[in-house]
């Protein structure tokens, strides 16, 4: 089974513009990135896969593999199946640009699932971990998930789900962490297909996939490292740095 990374990395965000090229230490976000997603020994190859000539020749010029996306994209799925579509893979793994403490573990558990009983019927898997704070809860910034008692996705949310009407349930709400495995196919399938209703409505990718009756299923782990969002993101990573 050959499994692909790939990294989508755009040079504009919204709350914290530049981010993927700001300085963490010596080196950017996005190649410390990129060196921790090889450095997991999980993967043949590995990609970024940019819309940005600034962050293009940051990976190159750092002996890096890189794919300037040919087109715009409104998500991170979009950009990499359009890579995708050119690369020989079965799995493919989504990595987020702005993790540049990704560690093996959770992406292990992630791509175990593809070796499970139920593998077959699995188009893709993702990420989450619990969410234990309710200012964490409420915030529409934290994509929330829920599942069935297999682990499957039922439904994602920037509200809370399930709403809290039995305080006493005792109910685990888990945050869902944008890092996917799919297989080839399911990520190409979703390219082609339109955004979806509730994908526009929520604005979560992952919506196109259940719509479309795509199973994903989901693993529970511990964060995956720091996402660097906003320039205090970025000061408080500072501190984790270990330079080589």
Request: charged share 30%; proline share 5%; aromatic share 8%.
């Amino acid at each position: 089974m050959k499994v692909v990374a790939l990294i989508p990395a755009r040079y504009d965000a919204t709350r914290f513009p530049g981010k993927l090229m700001a300085k963490l230490g010596s080196k950017s976000v996005i190649l410390r990135t990129y060196e921790a997603v090889i450095k997991t020994g999980l993967f043949q190859e590995v990609y970024v896969v940019t819309d940005s000539d600034i962050i293009y020749n940051e990976i190159i010029g750092n002996n890096g593999q890189a794919i300037k996306s040919q087109k715009e994209h409104e998500c991170g799925s979009d950009r990499i199946a359009e890579a995708a579509e050119q690369i020989e893979a079965d799995i493919i793994v989504n990595v987020q640009g702005d993790e540049p403490f990704t560690k093996k573990e959770p992406l292990e558990k992630l791509l175990a699932v593809f070796e499970g009983p139920d593998v077959a019927s699995i188009d893709l898997a993702s990420l989450m971990q619990v969410l234990n704070k309710v200012n964490q809860i409420e915030d529409p910034n934290y994509v929330k998930v829920v599942v069935d008692n297999d682990d499957n996705a039922l439904f994602f949310s920037r509200s809370p789900i399930p709403y809290p009407r039995n305080k006493a349930a005792n109910t685990k709400y888990y945050e869902h962490i944008g890092v996917y495995a799919f297989r080839k196919q399911a990520l190409i399938d979703f390219y082609h297909t339109p955004m979806t209703i509730l994908e526009d409505t929520e604005k979560i990718e992952c919506l196109r996939y259940l719509e479309t009756g795509k199973k994903i299923k989901m693993v529970e782990t511990e964060y995956m490292g720091i996402e660097i969002d906003t320039p205090e993101d970025l000061e408080n990573a500072k501190t984790f740095i270990e330079e080589d």
